[in-house]
């Protein structure tokens, strides 16, 4: 079963200004085919599916336990889209009515390259993909076969960092809020394709951490990497639970170092989750109708609501 924080894997900085299109390139990173929904979809179901898991227990719940960071990365990716979709947060923005809207006020959205994403999610994000199609189930693969799997995973791991790195380079600097999506995720994609490799050179003796960093640039050339890199994220890995998932440390530890191009130290698992940043506002847009075109009552009944519930 899964446990919910109401923070985000990181913190993300507040979006400079609205901009859906870059919102709609971050879609990639969500329901791409290396998006963040296919790393939840193939680990989790792979995870439900897993075969002697007693006797396999390391591989097991290092597929586990990463199913639950990528749960947070759909998260943090979803945040990302609709923050640069709907801008920086002005306070006050969602008090009173959504006044008169006959004049077209939102007149500019017909030019964004995914209309849908305003007309039907109102600036939120969906699993689609860059150009509106929907991810799917096709994406999921789960042989049972746990070369064959693990190998898959380290595909898409390599393949997740392919097209992270063609999005950062999309993106310009004032779309930070989407840059830092991509520093954070290719300091964690970068763990667990080094975790899938590892897992098969235990099984299998081949040494196919050598293949990395896939493809080949070192996270010390992204500038939003680098803090990251200093605090050490690239040699932790999280058992994303208080007491399970222990035995990832006999794959993730076991005397293996940080990758070569990064900086160096011990490999070492972190019993739960990173310590996370805040989740967005994201204030609502009474002409948009969200929450609502005159949402005053909403909020009271809200107000009261909390006001009972402590
Ligand atoms: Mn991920
Ligand atoms: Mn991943």
């Known amino acids: 079963m899964f446990l919910r924080i109401d923070k985000l894997q990181a913190e993300l900085p507040a979006p400079k200004r609205q901009d859906p299109n870059a919102a709609a390139a971050l879609q990639e990173l969500l329901g791409g085919k290396y998006g963040e ?10 995870s439900f599916n ?43 923005a969602d008090s009173g009515d959504g ?6 006020p939102f007149a500019d959205m017909k030019d964004i390259r995914s209309y849908a994403s305003f007309a039907s999610h109102a600036g939120g994000a969906v699993p689609v993909n860059s150009n509106s199609m929907s991810w799917n189930t096709d994406m999921v693969t789960t042989t049972g076969n746990v070369v064959v799997d693990l190998l898959h995973n380290f595909h898409l791991e390599c393949g997740a960092r392919l097209h992270k790195l063609r999005v950062y380079e999309t993106l310009t600097a004032d779309n930070a809020t ?5 520093g954070y995720l290719l300091v964690r994609g970068s763990v667990h ?10 099984i299998t003796g081949v040494d196919i951490e050598k293949m990395l960093p896939t493809p080949n640039i070192p996270l010390g050339k992204i500038p939003e990497c680098q803090k990251y890199l200093n605090e050490g994220s690239h040699r ?11 035995e990832i440390a006999g794959i993730w530890g076991n005397g293996e170092g940080a990758l070569p191009g990064d900086p160096p130290g011990e490999l070492t698992v972190v019993d739960g989750m990173p310590e996370g940043g805040k989740i967005h506002q994201l204030v609502g847009i009474p002409s948009a109708f969200t929450p609502d075109y005159a949402p005053e009552e909403m909020f009271e009944i809200a107000t009261k609501l909390y006001q009972a519930s402590r």
Do not use: W
């Open 50 to 92: 897993f075969r002697s898991k007693s006797k396999l227990r390391p591989f097991y719940s290092l597929v586990a336990s990463i199913t639950a960071e990528e749960l947070g990365h759909v998260e943090l990716v979803s945040n990302g889209v609709a923050m640069l979709a709907n801008g920086p947060d002005q306070e006050g």
């Open 99 to 104: 006044g008169d809207i006959s004049n077209a």
């Open 236 to 246: 932790r890995l999280y058992t994303f639970s208080p007491n399970d998932y222990k």
């Open 193 to 202: 394709a080094h975790a899938y490799a590892l897992a098969l050179k235990q």
């Open 37 to 46: 929904m296919s790393t939840l979809g193939n680990y989790m179901f792979q």
């Open 178 to 182: 989407g840059r830092e999506v991509c």
